[in-house]
């Protein structure tokens, strides 16, 4: 039997990999000669680095960048050596966790520090990247992630705009005459799970600007100057579409990739699966096993272990899933390619106890277990 394994971290307790050679652990137990393959998992979001560190022989490198209120901050990302692949999470430098609730105002914040992150990547002889724009505490259109990049977001004086969206009112002129020259030869594959524009009743200012510290006469002030900072755009790179869907992701990265660079906005998971070439090893796999930390209605709605199930049913290959929680609602999962599921708690304990990682690890191998000996019985 062979069985390939793709589950996605168990947050706080386990990552992809470990949880992955937990399951293998436990099928081993009660079949000794199946054949496991364990491969990393993530959604584009928080964990994809170190999955595809750890699951593909990367490397990891970490860097002081300036975080979204131009403060050093130490940000981490990975070297998949093989492809010269950079994994990169935007929140490592200009993530919203990274600030305090006292502080956000994205009329201040800045993506400068992903634009040092990813210069840095290109210094170590990287051309292809993916980026995860995830959980940003930025409205500034992707600004200050191109001034590190060598473009020129020029006032009327021929300065350098200030950073973060209140830079944006002041923009005159764009000027890509600095711009480091590798950037020309790099692809960058954005995970990117919206679909707002750039602008907007739908945009980013409007509908992701208030949890970032924006109030009403911010979000309107903010979306003019988006708007003005788009036209100037497009006058100088016609391909630029402020209306496509996903530019207002991040308020604003991906209008900045798509318009600026050689990118693709791409679903994470869908990203992720391609990346890791999880196909090669499910379609003659006997079965699959994904999961998550909890199993629950939005795991239906796309989420990791849902793309790894729609994966296998291109071949009819069954698929079980294991959780550290399930709930009611998880049964949605049972209509979209996880034939069953499997919380992995063994017993009452509390909170700590269960995200303990040589409690999850234990849990993890010992359900298992009995999942496949069930197997075993009835075959």
Same mark, same amino acid.
């Given at each position: 039997?062979?069985?390939?394994?793709?589950?996605? +971290?168990?947050?706080?307790?386990?990552?992809?990999? /470990?949880?992955?050679?937990?399951?293998?652990?436990?099928?081993?137990?009660?079949?000794?000669?199946?054949?496991?393959?364990?491969?990393?998992?993530?959604?584009?979001?928080?964990?994809?680095?170190?999955?595809?560190?750890?699951?593909?022989?990367?490397?990891?490198?970490?860097?002081?960048?300036?975080?979204?209120?131009?403060?050093?901050?130490?940000?981490?990302?990975?070297? @998949?050596?093989?492809?010269?692949?950079?994994?990169?999470?935007?929140?490592?430098?200009?993530? @919203?966790?990274?600030?305090?609730?006292?502080?956000?105002?994205?009329?201040?914040?800045?993506?400068?520090?992903?634009?040092?992150?990813?210069? #840095?990547?290109? +210094?170590?002889?990287?051309?292809?990247?993916?980026?995860?724009?995830?959980?940003?505490?930025?409205?500034?259109?992707?600004?200050?992630?191109?001034?590190?990049?060598?473009?020129?977001?020029?006032?009327?004086?021929?300065? =350098?705009?200030?950073?973060?969206?209140?830079?944006?009112?002041?923009?005159?002129?764009?000027?890509?005459?600095?711009?480091?020259? /590798?950037?020309?030869?790099?692809?960058?594959?954005?995970?990117?799970?919206?679909?707002?524009?750039?602008?907007?009743?739908?945009?980013?200012?409007?509908?992701?600007?208030? =949890?970032?510290?924006?109030?009403? +006469?911010?979000?309107?002030?903010?979306?003019?100057?988006?708007?003005?900072?788009?036209?100037?755009?497009?006058?100088?790179?016609?391909?630029?579409?402020?209306?496509?869907?996903?530019?207002?992701?991040?308020?604003?990265?991906?209008?900045?990739?798509?318009?600026?660079?050689?990118?693709?906005?791409?679903?994470? @998971?869908?990203?992720?699966?391609?990346?890791?070439?999880?196909?090669?090893?499910?379609?003659?796999?006997?079965?699959?096993?994904?999961?998550?930390?909890?199993?629950?209605? =939005?795991?239906?709605?796309?989420?990791?272990?849902?793309?790894?199930?729609?994966?296998?049913?291109?071949? #009819?290959?069954?698929? @079980?899933?294991?959780?550290? +929680?399930?709930?009611?609602?998880?049964?949605?999962?049972?209509?979209?390619?996880?034939?069953?599921?499997?919380?992995?708690?063994?017993?009452?304990?509390?909170?700590?106890?269960?995200?303990?990682? #040589?409690?999850?690890?234990?849990?993890?191998?010992?359900?298992?277990? =009995?999942?496949?000996?069930?197997?075993?019985?009835?075959?």
């Amino acid at each position: 039997m062979k069985a390939v394994i793709a589950i996605d +971290s168990l947050k706080g307790s386990l990552t992809s990999m /470990e949880a992955g050679y937990a399951i293998a652990d436990g099928i081993r137990r009660a079949y000794p000669d199946t054949e496991t393959v364990v491969r990393p998992l993530a959604d584009g979001g928080e964990g994809t680095v170190d999955a595809l560190v750890e699951g593909m022989n990367g490397s990891m490198q970490e860097i002081t960048v300036n975080d979204s209120l131009g403060r050093p901050v130490s940000a981490k990302y990975g070297i @998949i050596e093989s492809s010269k692949t950079a994994i990169i999470e935007m929140s490592a430098a200009a993530g @919203i966790t990274l600030v305090s609730s006292s502080e956000r105002n994205p009329l201040n914040t800045t993506t400068y520090g992903v634009g040092e992150m990813i210069k #840095d990547a290109i +210094s170590k002889g990287c051309r292809e990247f993916i980026v995860g724009i995830g959980g940003s505490a930025t409205n500034d259109g992707g600004v200050g992630m191109l001034q590190a990049l060598g473009f020129g977001m020029l006032d009327k004086s021929g300065n =350098q705009v200030a950073f973060g969206a209140k830079g944006l009112k002041d923009l005159e002129t764009i000027t890509d005459t600095n711009v480091i020259p /590798e950037l020309k030869d790099c692809r960058f594959h954005i995970a990117c799970d919206v679909t707002n524009p750039l602008c907007g009743d739908n945009g980013c200012s409007a509908v992701y600007g208030p =949890q970032k510290g924006a109030d009403a +006469s911010m979000i309107m002030n903010m979306d003019k100057w988006l708007s003005y900072y788009a036209a100037l755009t497009r006058e100088k790179y016609p391909k630029a579409d402020p209306k496509f869907p996903g530019t207002g992701a991040a308020g604003g990265m991906g209008f900045a990739f798509l318009s600026y660079t050689n990118a693709s906005l791409e679903a994470g @998971i869908d990203l992720i699966l391609k990346e890791t070439r999880l196909e090669e090893y499910i379609k003659d796999a006997d079965v699959v096993i994904t999961g998550e930390g909890r199993l629950d209605f =939005q795991t239906a709605m796309g989420k990791a272990p849902v793309g790894v199930a729609k994966l296998a049913k291109k071949y #009819d290959i069954p698929v @079980i899933a294991f959780a550290g +929680s399930v709930t009611k609602d998880a049964t949605e999962c049972n209509k979209n390619g996880i034939d069953a599921f499997f919380p992995i708690l063994r017993g009452i304990c509390t909170l700590d106890e269960a995200m303990n990682s #040589d409690n999850a690890r234990a849990n993890m191998t010992d359900t298992v277990e =009995q999942v496949f000996r069930t197997i075993r019985a009835f075959k």
